[in-house]
Nanobody, 112 residues
Framework: QVQLVESGGGLVQAGGSLRLSCAVS????????VGWFRQAPGQERELIAS????????VFADSVKDRCTISRDDDKRAVYLEITNLRPEDTAVYYC?????WGQGTQVTVSS
């Protein structure tokens, strides 16, 4: 029904910033809540932030609340996650989700 594709990850130094993109496509499309998650090796998948069906942003994770924003571009059908002042503990695979659909993830690696 829909496809979600994450992009924007990579290797960055501590203190840098990244803007991750979740592009949503599909003929049968309607906005629902889109969540950004991350999963580090050996850890459970963690909810970071979400954009509601009408685009309302919410950041949940205390570890990033003061340095994270989530936004939506309706024309591009994309939800963005920006994290500033990156730390090594931000290293993880970042996923986006809408309803039961998940993207393949994008790797973020933060070097110290």
């Amino acid at each position: 029904q829909v496809q979600l594709v994450e992009s924007g990850g990579g290797l960055v130094q501590a203190g840098g910033s990244l803007r991750l993109s979740c592009a949503v496509s599909g003929r049968a499309f309607a906005w629902s809540t889109v969540g950004w998650f991350r999963q580090a090796p050996g850890q459970e998948r963690e909810l970071i932030a979400s954009s509601s069906w009408n685009g309302r942003p919410t950041v949940f994770a205390d570890s990033v609340k003061d340095r994270c924003t989530i936004s939506r571009d309706d024309d591009k059908r994309a939800v963005y996650l920006e994290i500033t002042n990156l730390r090594p503990e931000d290293t993880a695979v970042y996923y986006c989700n809408m309803n039961e659909d998940w993207g393949q993830g994008t790797q973020v690696t933060v070097s110290s």
